[in-house]
């Protein structure tokens, strides 16, 4: 596994090493030994989550909040999403900011998000599988979501047309401003 820095600390690209040949291919998505020794920490998953989704489809941005808060590895199994992650650390001197990767299927990238960190991402293919790892279970009562068009955090998405744009009820009704979420 290659690893490389992203412009905020603590969220990592993590490209798998694939052998393809005319059979198909192979790639190791994640060894625990080898994961934390690169993340810096020790991380342990307790939950994996998978949805599909649809182009236009935005979920986010989503976190939990307190003892429930959650890090996670996320990846694309079909199609490609562009993945975004938002410091919400107070402290961090990257607080506000985010990080947008693109993941697909054929990049076979994943991103390790950790605790402090809303999460969102934006179908761009037809389609999208997309999987994820999560190191503390989902706990309803602790669920906040910002909007996904916070102009404080000014997220470049690549689809901004309205009639193009899939968002579920809760995210639209239920997401705060940056400003009114509660922080790490």
């Not at 690169?38 to 998978?50: L, P, T, Y």
């Not at 402090?116 to 293919?125: C, D, E, L």
């Not at 102009?151 to 639209?172: C, F, M, R, V, Y």
Request: with cysteine; hydrophobic share 40%.
């Amino acid at each position: 596994m290659n690893y490389i820095k992203t412009e905020i600390p603590d969220v990592w690209v993590c490209e798998p090493k694939v052998f393809a040949d005319a059979r198909g291919y192979f790639m190791e998505t994640w060894r625990a030994s080898d994961f934390n020794e690169h993340i810096g920490h020790e991380v342990n998953f307790v939950q994996d989550n998978q949805s599909m989704s649809s182009r236009g489809v935005l979920r986010g941005l989503h976190f939990q909040k307190g003892e429930f808060s959650q890090a996670k590895l996320v990846r694309v199994l079909q199609g490609t999403v562009v993945d975004v992650a938002v410091d919400l650390r107070k402290a961090s001197p990257t607080f506000g900011k985010y990080v947008m990767v693109e993941l697909s299927a054929e990049n076979k990238r994943q991103l390790f998000i950790p605790r402090g960190f809303a999460h969102g991402f934006q179908v761009i293919s037809d389609t999208a599988v997309f999987t994820y790892k999560v190191d503390n279970v989902y706990a309803p009562q602790a669920e906040c979501s910002i909007r996904y068009d916070d102009p404080k955090i000014g997220i470049a998405w690549p689809i901004t047309n309205p009639q193009e744009l899939l968002l579920s009820e809760k995210d639209l009704q239920h997401a705060v401003n940056f400003d009114e979420a509660e922080k790490f």
